[in-house]
């Protein structure tokens, strides 16, 4: 019918994925329907594979703002779309597959935190990864750990498995719940004026700084806590810190103390924090390839 919305050309309709796509494995149920491991049956080429139900046209508006997303943020730091496919009432999302997964899974599997070399390559990388979000009006709005990727060569992959992120040009917000608190930052709690304005992308900046953070100690600040209070503790307290700052360098305690202001206002943009020394033209990935390799050799133990 002429109602229906204009047809997204990033979505392929009425062809069976599963011609061209092998599923060879599950990836864990994930919070929207399940996640399989695929394979091209041409190329090779290996993905990790979301199906969704749609039920409604509004579903359907909703992940083609995660479609639209991604089909515009290309780049090595953000999570590329292979392709998407509308069949069979579902929506298939071929996601590139990133070998060693995500970052809080790799320091609990190796149940130690990142040496501050491999923060200051993942940091330098999610910077970039997020200037590009931001150049394309694109709120991240859930960055942590668990939504940080790494390939098998060091690459770092920001992907959002909650799908939280918000595309500001068309002022879609994604489910209103909110997301997990502890790298939440004290507007967002607040729903304050700064929410909905040109500052609203300053939160990734400050759940940033939260990540580093949890990079260097595994945990967020106050994980203990019970989330309620989490959201209170973030108003009210000052801005939280490293356990133990001798451990490391004044630069790293600088970048996170620029991060963790909480007038948003005052909070650097990714490509302003892109200048700062601790990760300025840092570039170098071998500390990373230590980890994956690492946790390639834990995970294959079994
Ligand atoms: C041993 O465990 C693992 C786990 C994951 C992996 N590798 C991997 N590689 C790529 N994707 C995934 C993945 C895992 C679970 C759920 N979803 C995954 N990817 C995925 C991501 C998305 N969407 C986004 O990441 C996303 C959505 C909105 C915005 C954004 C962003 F703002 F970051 F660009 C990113 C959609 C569909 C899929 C299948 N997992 C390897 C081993």
Known sequence: NHKKGQWNKNIKKDIDPLQQWEIIGELGDGAFGSVYKAQNKETGVLAALKQVTINSEEDLEDFSVEINILAECVHRNVVGLHEAFFFD??????????????????????????????IRYVCHEMCVGLDVLHRHHVIHRDIKAGNVLLTMDGEVKLADFGVSAKNTQ???????????????????????????????????????????????????????????????????????????????????????????????????????????????DYTDKSSILDLIYESQKETSRY
């Open 170 to 280: 068309t002022h879609q917000r994604r489910d209103t719940f909110i997301g997990t608190p502890y790298w939440m930052a004290p507007e967002v709690i607040l729903c304050e004026t700064l929410k909905d304005t040109p500052y609203d992308f300053k939160a990734d900046i400050w759940s940033l700084g939260i990540t580093l953070i949890e990079f260097a100690q595994i945990e967020p600040p106050n994980k203990d806590m019970h989330p309620m209070r989490v959201l209170i503790k973030i108003q009210k307290a000052d801005p939280p810190s490293l356990d133990q700052p001798s451990k490391w360098s004044k630069q790293f305690i600088n970048f996170i103390n620029k991060c963790l202001v909480k007038d948003p206002k005052q909070r650097p943009t990714a490509a302003e924090l892109l200048e700062h020394p601790f990760i300025k």
């Open 89 to 118: 009432g579902k929506l298939w999302m071929f996601i590139e597959f990133c070998g060693a997964g995500a970052l809080d899974s790799i320091m609990v599997d190796l149940e130690k935190p990142l040496t501050e070399s491999q």
